[in-house]
């Protein structure tokens, strides 16, 4: 069992920045044994992957409307993922969730059995 609680989203005007964070735990969970991955979704579309890092934070992959933008990274000692995103837009406004995988590649949102409850970003113009 893994408990995933996001924290940090709110309401940024165009061009700010937020860091989304990402508390992982669990009886018999170890953080370094997982993939952990960002997705969003905003009303009436399909969740979509934002971006992934290894479970040794030393490979990490992100969606082009993303890149450049967006980074993640994880610290092991405090079990937490973190995604900072700078350069906000209107369209990056969308539920935020974090999800974590034993999958080493995973960016499709069924390769991850576990889900946190999401934290909402609002991007005003």
């Known amino acids: 069992q893994v408990q995933l609680v996001e924290s940090g989203g709110g309401l940024v005007q165009a061009g700010g920045s937020l860091r989304l964070s990402c508390a992982a735990s669990?009886?018999?969970?170890?953080?370094?044994?997982?993939?952990m991955g960002w997705f969003r979704q905003a009303p009436g579309k399909e969740r979509e992957f934002v971006a992934r890092?290894?479970?040794?934070?030393?490979?990490?992959y992100s969606a082009d409307s993303v890149k450049g933008r967006f980074t993640i990274s994880r610290d092991g000692a405090k079990n937490t993922v973190y995604l900072q995103m700078n350069s906000l837009k209107p369209e990056d406004t969308a539920v935020y969730y974090c999800?974590?995988?034993?999958?080493?590649?995973?960016?499709?949102?069924?390769?991850?059995?576990?889900w946190g409850q999401g934290t909402q970003v609002t991007v005003s113009s």
């Open positions: 890092i290894s479970w040794s934070g030393g490979s990490t």
């Open positions: 669990g009886r018999t969970f170890s953080f370094s044994n997982y993939t």
């Open positions: 999800a974590a995988t034993s999958s080493a590649i995973a960016i499709r949102p069924y390769d991850y059995p576990s």
